[in-house]
């Protein structure tokens, strides 16, 4: 809805080919930054949805009326055209849910943490302002280090009203469709950059959607990353049909593409920004006809309120980047803060869907010089910007790999250059001057990719059982305002604190040093919960309430002390610095 009209008057006519595959991402793009504007211009969640669909309606029917489709015949070719790889993108899609059908229900696959604070953000949004501060939510406030990241949770809570389901129950599903949405991008520039047929082209696909580390970001889920992920690969196609052909409309997505990214994930703007700076710098005058939009003090009226209104994200960013800068480029200080939800390294052999390092020292010679062979032929500015991001990608990798607790970085670097590196690959095999030898090392690449999912898959499942959704209940069944303290462990107080946001709470123990909020510490509570493995406390007065895996306690009266539970959260990260 929101995608069509966009595509049918900006894309530039080189790409109209397959003009069918980019009108979702284009509509992500549009969604995303078009409801954050009107959610800071405090439009109400529903009215903010239905204008921005009424909007991306009208603007197709504008599209139609001033570029009217092709023939019958052309429409048919269209279809055709989008049909492979619509298909191999559903299958991307399908593998990617595989714990969800798994689980049986819809729910929040993986073990990444920040999916609780992920469903929050969306369902905070759905009901506040962005910058507001509400208790009554399991996420009372927009974490201070996402501040940039409304748009992907804008998109997020409208898909979950539309759907008329939970966030919870859309967030997993969402991920997997951008992986398919990445996966059409990675078949676009595959066949539209770099010249590969439409099999290796297919194939391409193929490598990418089910690379391990790819299904790794996509499954557990790290949301924002896969965000950044989808937007890459249309970024890099724009930036050097630029080169190709005179096209303000281009200009204008490549624009929305980074700009999604950007305020998505923006550690990752580095990794398109290279091969965009290489490819376009000789024909930066092409990129300046986007000065042609300001003309003079009349342009003011709708750069400085758009300005404003962008302001709290791109600060955001501002924030994030310099802080990253900060800490990369300055050996004295430690990465202790910056290992995310991890505790170790990914093997590199995982990032190209390779299971071990044998196979790996077999196989990535022939994909190198796949790599070289994809790229020989091409203009300079291509093969100068694609060797630069390898280049770089593979020089902080090493870098951050000498580093202790580099992992974070190195994790995010890899996860998203290796796939570029395996479509090019992909590309190169093509290019063989026997085609059986192409069609065979794309196979091998295909199973070991095959394997190494499978064993992904496997490990992964569902991080919101039924058992945990049943503390609604306890919530629900609850007067308000009494006190509950959490007497289970730090690790599986997130989910638990999320679904009895509607009391004050407290732990002994609360989930310290990560930069998650947590509970508020403290002994004295109306009630206590706790595991039914685990013995009753030794303040507690009796059963008040026994679940599938949860018991609520009374507490004894007379426990001395002030309680200091709350609905609020305590702010673990309070500013942002370099």
């Known amino acids: 809805m929101t995608g069509f009209g966009l595509t049918r008057l900006l894309l530039p006519d080189g790409l109209r080919a397959h003009e069918a595959l980019w009108v979702l991402p284009v509509g992500a793009c549009?969604?995303?930054?078009?409801?954050?504007?009107?959610g800071f211009l405090a439009v109400p969640f529903d009215v903010n949805l239905g204008l921005v669909l009424l909007a991306g309606a009208a603007l197709g029917v504008v599209a139609l009326r001033r570029r009217p489709s092709s023939s019958r015949r052309g429409a048919l070719a269209q279809a055709r055209t989008a049909a492979w790889p619509v298909w191999v993108a559903g299958l991307v899609i399908a593998v990617a849910l595989v714990p969800l059908f798994r689980a049986g229900f819809a729910t929040v696959e993986g073990q990444g943490q920040d999916a609780h604070l992920a469903v929050g953000s969306a369902m905070f949004l759905q009901e506040n302002?962005?910058?507001?501060?509400?208790?009554?939510?399991?996420?009372?406030?927009?974490?201070?280090?996402?501040?940039?990241?409304?748009?992907?949770?804008?998109?997020l809570g409208g898909a979950a009203r539309l759907s008329g389901l939970e966030v919870f129950e859309t967030i997993s599903t969402v991920a997997a469709v951008l992986l398919g949405l990445a996966a059409l991008g990675f078949f676009l520039f595959?066949?539209?950059?770099?010249?590969?047929?439409?099999?290796?082209?297919?194939?391409?696909?193929?490598?990418?959607?089910?690379?391990?580390?790819?299904?790794h970001t996509v499954m557990h889920?790290?949301?924002?990353q896969t965000w950044g992920f989808m937007a890459m690969p249309f970024a890099l196609v724009l930036s050097w049909w630029l080169v190709?052909?005179?096209?303000?409309g281009g200009t204008v997505l490549l624009v929305m593409f980074?700009?999604?990214?950007?305020?998505?994930?923006?550690?990752?703007?580095?990794?398109?920004?290279?091969?965009?700076?290489?490819v376009l710098w000789p024909h930066r005058r092409r990129v300046g006809e986007l000065r042609r939009l300001y003309r003079g003090r009349r342009s003011l009226a709708w750069l400085v309120p758009l300005g404003l209104v962008f302001l709290v994200p791109l600060l955001g960013v501002l924030e994030k980047t310099l802080t990253a800068i900060g800490v990369i480029f300055d050996l004295s200080r430690g990465l202790e803060n910056w290992g995310g939800d991890l505790d170790g390294w990914f093997r590199e052999p995982w990032f190209f869907g390779m299971q071990t390092w044998a196979f790996a020292a077999i196989a990535l010679l022939p994909v190198g010089f796949a790599v070289w062979l994809a790229l020989r032929d091409q203009p300079a500015a291509l093969r100068r910007g694609l060797y630069g991001l390898f280049a770089f990608a593979a020089a902080f990798a090493v870098?951050?790999?000498?580093?202790?607790?580099?992992?974070?970085?190195?994790?995010?670097?890899?996860?998203?250059?290796?796939?570029?590196?395996?479509?090019?690959?992909?590309?190169?095999?093509?290019?063989?001057?026997?085609?059986?030898?192409?069609?065979?090392?794309?196979?091998?690449?295909?199973?070991?990719?095959?394997?190494?999912?499978?064993?992904?898959?496997?490990?992964?499942?569902?991080?919101?059982?039924?058992?945990?959704?049943?503390?609604?209940?306890?919530?629900?069944?609850?007067?308000?305002?009494?006190s509950v303290r959490l007497d289970i462990d730090p690790?599986?107080?997130?989910?638990?604190?999320?679904?009895?946001?509607?009391?004050?709470?407290?732990?002994?123990?609360p989930l310290l040093n990560t930069s998650y909020p947590h509970v508020p510490t403290s002994r004295k509570a109306d009630y206590i919960l706790t595991k039914n493995d685990a013995p009753a406390p030794a303040d507690a007065a009796g059963v008040v309430m026994r679940i599938q895996a949860f018991t609520l306690y009374r507490q004894r009266a007379g426990v001395p002390g002030p309680s200091a539970c709350s609905q609020l959260m305590v702010q673990t990260i309070e500013r942002v610095t370099g």
């Open 221 to 224: 889920p790290y949301f924002n």
């Open 244 to 248: 190709r052909e005179r096209s303000p």
């Open 190 to 215: 595959t066949r539209e950059v770099l010249g590969a047929p439409r099999w290796a082209a297919l194939a391409a696909m193929g490598l990418v959607g089910i690379d391990r580390m790819v299904l």
């Open 491 to 509: 690790q599986e107080q997130n989910w638990a604190a999320f679904w009895l946001h509607g009391q004050p709470l407290c732990s002994r123990r």
């Open 399 to 482: 870098f951050f790999r000498l580093r202790d607790f580099g992992w974070y970085f190195h994790f995010k670097i890899l996860a998203f250059v290796a796939p570029v590196v395996l479509a090019v690959a992909a590309a190169g095999f093509a290019r063989l001057r026997r085609p059986a030898l192409g069609y065979l090392a794309v196979g091998v690449l295909l199973v070991s990719a095959v394997s190494s999912a499978r064993t992904e898959i496997g490990r992964t499942f569902d991080q919101l059982p039924r058992f945990v959704l049943e503390l609604r209940t306890v919530d629900a069944a609850l007067p308000p305002g009494r």
């Open 258 to 278: 980074l700009a999604l990214l950007a305020f998505a994930y923006p550690l990752a703007l580095p990794i398109p920004l290279v091969p965009v700076a290489v």
């Open 129 to 155: 302002y962005p910058t507001s501060v509400d208790p009554a939510g399991p996420v009372d406030q927009m974490p201070l280090v996402w501040r940039s990241k409304q748009p992907v949770y804008y998109t």
């Open 30 to 38: 549009a969604t995303s930054l078009t409801m954050t504007v009107l």
